[in-house]
Structure formats: structure tokens, C-alpha cells
């Protein structure tokens, strides 16, 4: 089955404490990109990846790491969560191009203490 | 940049009958994409429908469908026949074509779907 898979699906951490939330595919996606979900302002994104090796940033980018050394996978990286970093996070994954399909994981609800 | 506006923050609707979501975006690029994505209570982000710009037929999917004002900037999903499924958080995003930097999806602040039985 297609899918884009996230782990862990709920995380409740403290305050300096570094997590990461894995994101991996199945579909030979190139681009592959993170969000976060807050109420009152949709998704925004926070890095992307246009391919192995080639990540940028995104719209809020600030406290967070990604690196893409396989094409299915893109891990988030918290290096020191914050109270401000709660939030639900979706990976997506999708081919080259505008028009194509944006695939997204189910979602994972972070909790920062 | 790109801008999207979802300026409806809850609808409700009673079941059978035709609701219309609003959404205007703001852009200078002539080619771009628009999608409507659907986000029940499970959370999982499902792609509803897909316009692209330089298609004047609006797009259709069964019950659903948009009206895509290219001039106006304004890009409505009509949902016909509502069933209680179709209860969830409706969000307008917008991607700009290949070629054109991060492809990523702009996102509306979101429209939450009521269903009245």
C-alpha cells in the first residue's frame, strides 16, 4: 500500500530534551516536506526537500533540523524542544511538479513541557 | 509570496442539501494549482479536488466541485447532497508549478464542516 508512514504518532517530552519524529515513504517521492498544524493557522511549512541531499527551509524553520541521506526518509529533528513547538506535525511526500498529489502521513501530536 | 484566505471559519449544513466553501488566494504567478483537502476528526489530511490554473472547466468529483474565478482570485468548493461523512475541517491550499522554486502547499486557515442531521 502507498502511504507515508510518521513515528511516534503522540510524543509528550520536557522542555530541552531533543527528539526526533521519523517520516518515510514508499512511492519513490522526491520532494518530501514537514508541517506543523495550529489552530487559527492551518498548516505551515517547515522544511522541504527537493531530493536526496537538498533540503531548505520553509516558512518556520526556527528550532527544528531535517536531513534527507535516503530518498524515503526525512527525519524531524528537535534539538531542544520548546513549550512553542506543540503542535501536530505532518510529513508529506509527493513527485516533482505542481499539479502532482501531496501524500501525508497521519500526523504526529507533539507535546512540549 | 502567496496567500491563501478562508474567511468562513465554521459552516453547517443540513444533511442532503448544497453548502459552498469560500476561498480567495493572492498571487502574480499566471500558472499555479489549487486543492481542497479534507481533515476529519482522525486527522488525516485527504485531497478532496484539484483545479489547475490554466484549465478554464471547473474541476469535478463526484459530489464535489469548485467554481475557479481565475480573474477574481476566488476558487469555492460546492458540496452537493451532504452526508454525514462529509463532517470535517476543509482547507484551500495553493502550489505553484514546477520550475518555480519549493513546491510547497500554501495553506488556508481553514473552514470546519458541520453536518446537521
Known amino acids: 500500500e502507498a502511504q507515508v508512514t510518521q513515528n511516534p504518532r503522540y510524543l509528550i517530552t520536557v522542555t530541552g530534551k531533543k527528539l526526533t519524529v521519523t517520516c518515510s515513504q514508499n512511492?519513490?517521492?522526491?520532494?518530501m516536506s514537514w508541517y506543523r498544524q495550529d489552530p487559527g493557522l492551518g498548516l505551515r511549512q517547515i522544511y522541504y526537500?527537493?531530493?536526496?541531499?537538498?533540503?531548505d527551509k520553509g516558512d518556520v524553520p526556527e528550532g527544528y533540523k531535517v536531513s534527507r541521506k535516503e530518498k524515503r526518509n526525512f527525519p524531524l529533528i528537535l534539538e531542544s524542544p520548546s513549550p512553542n513547538q506543540t503542535s501536530l506535525y505532518f510529513c508529506?511526500?509527493?513527485?516533482?511538479?505542481?499539479?502532482?498529489?501531496?501524500?501525508f502521513g497521519p500526523g504526529t501530536r507533539l507535546t512540549v513541557l | 509570496a502567496q496567500t491563501v484566505t478562508q474567511s468562513q471559519p465554521e459552516m453547517s449544513v443540513q444533511e442532503a442539501e448544497t453548502v459552498t466553501l469560500s476561498c480567495t488566494y493572492d498571487?502574480?504567478?499566471?500558472?499555479?494549482?489549487l486543492f481542497w483537502y479534507k481533515q476529519p476528526p482522525s486527522r488525516q489530511m485527504i485531497l478532496v479536488i484539484r483545479?489547475?490554473?490554466?484549465?478554464?472547466q471547473n474541476a469535478t468529483e463526484n459530489r464535489f466541485s469548485v467554481n475557479f474565478q481565475k480573474a477574481a482570485k476566488s476558487f469555492s468548493l460546492k458540496i452537493s447532497d451532504s452526508q454525514l461523512g462529509d463532517a470535517a475541517m476543509y482547507f484551500c491550499?495553493?502550489?505553484?508549478?514546477?520550475?518555480?522554486?519549493?513546491?510547497?502547499?500554501?495553506f488556508g486557515t481553514g473552514t470546519r464542516l458541520t453536518i446537521i442531521p
Open positions: 508529506a511526500s509527493s513527485l516533482q511538479g505542481g499539479g502532482n498529489e501531496q501524500f
Open positions: 512511492m519513490n517521492h522526491e520532494y
Open positions: 526537500s527537493m531530493n536526496v541531499e537538498v533540503t
Open positions: 498571487t502574480s504567478e499566471s500558472d499555479y494549482y
Open positions: 483545479q489547475e490554473a490554466y484549465k478554464q
Open positions: 491550499a495553493y502550489r505553484s508549478p514546477i520550475g518555480f522554486g519549493n513546491e510547497k502547499l500554501t
